[in-house]
């Protein structure tokens, strides 16, 4: 009886750390693993074309409404943008560009 009460405080407890990340991971800005911070954007772990995939894909499981714009190239610099579609989340904009030899994620936050 001790053990089977002690199993469903095991399973009780990995469901609250589970909800508690989970609600955390969703707000975390969507970068591809590897990236840092680096004054008030990032600087991507992954090359312009993945950076780019992986900013769609994430925004796509997020069930978040993005129209997505380019890639495309302007002095120089690889640019994509994705502008919000709705209200929802926590981005009127995500900006993923090339310069300097270093991908460059830039986030435009939502005002409240």
Known sequence: MLHRVRLQLRIVAALLVFALTSSARAD???VPPG?????????SGDGFGASVAFVAKELDRRGLAFHQVG???VHGIDVARFIAGDARGPWVAIHVFRAQGKTWISFVKRSP
């Open 28 to 30: 975390r800005d969507p």
């Open 35 to 43: 990236s840092r911070a680096d004054g008030a954007a990032y600087v």
């Open 71 to 73: 890639p495309y190239r």
